[in-house]
């Protein structure tokens, strides 16, 4: 069964932080790219994160880079999202996803992932 079920949002300050987790099964786990998304009200859903589990190979989306990291522990099966510097337009809900595309191309690309959590909601207050 492909399960991912993520946790740590909440309610923060401008500059604050958080830490994202994703728990996945081990068939979701085999899926080479894991990565992270975020939909706020009224917008489309966007990449935020994404990393090949094998590799390591992390990439950002342009407006993250240097705030947001992106982790696994491949023993747990977890991959995390560290979220540094929050400013209140990261307000969204931030979904994890298992696939089977990942470079610095693909990895953005919604459709190529097959597998979603349920999500995990974060709010940034000024």
């Known amino acids: 069964q492909v399960q991912l079920v993520e946790s740590g949002g909440g309610s923060v300050q401008a500059g604050g932080s958080l830490r994202l987790s994703c728990a996945a099964s081990?068939?979701?786990?085999?899926?080479?790219?894991m990565a992270w998304f975020r939909q706020a009200p009224g917008k489309e859903r966007e990449g935020v994160a994404g990393m090949h589990t094998t590799t390591g190979s992390a990439y950002y989306a342009d407006s993250e880079k240097g705030r947001f990291t992106i982790s696994r522990d491949n023993a747990k099966k977890t991959v995390y999202l560290q979220m540094n510097t929050l400013k209140p337009e990261d307000t969204a809900m931030y979904y994890c996803a298992a696939g089977v595309a990942c470079d610095s191309g693909s990895w953005k690309r919604s459709d190529y992932y097959s597998f979603w959590g349920q999500g995990t909601l974060v709010t940034v207050s000024s």
């Open positions: 081990i068939a979701a786990y085999r899926r080479p790219c």
